[in-house]
Nanobody
Framework: QVQLVESGGGSVQAGGSLRLTCAASGAISSTYSCYGMGWFRQVPGKEREGVAAIDTDCMPRYADSVKGRFTVSQDNAKNTLVLQMSSLKPEDTAMYYC??????????????????WGQGTQVTVSS
């Protein structure tokens, strides 16, 4: 089992920045260079969407809507995944979730391929 705990959410005005951190613990292991982990977000009534992820080759992947504004990074030694969000927009408002435990190695922005999920942290961006 893997436990994921997100932190760093909050309220910010449009144009501001937030930094989300996901701390992973438990049965974490990988034969690859990086753990496949990702950030997802969801608003009520909509499907959970992929925001940013690190694949097992340590390559970052981003949704088109956040490219150039968000940066994802992973610290394997500390078992953490960080999402630095800048130039935030009201449409970024959502509950943000961290995920790990890939069922396959490709398509890391697809929420259906992850085993483990955190409880989420709310991000609210006001105009």
């Amino acid at each position: 089992q893997v436990q994921l705990v997100e932190s760093g959410g909050g309220s910010v005005q449009a144009g501001g920045s937030l930094r989300l951190t996901c701390a992973a613990s438990g049965a974490i292991s990988s034969t690859y260079s990086c753990y496949g982990m990702g950030w997802f977000r969801q608003v009520p009534g909509k499907e959970r969407e992929g925001v940013a992820a690190i694949d097992t080759d340590c390559m970052p992947r981003y949704a088109d809507s956040v490219k150039g504004r968000f940066t994802v990074s992973q610290d394997n030694a500390k078992n953490t995944l960080v999402l630095q969000m800048s130039s935030l927009k009201p449409e970024d408002t959502a509950m943000y979730y961290c995920a790990s435990g890939l069922r396959r190695l490709w398509g890391v922005l697809d929420s259906h391929i992850y085993h483990y999920w955190g409880q989420g942290t709310q991000v609210t961006v006001s105009s």
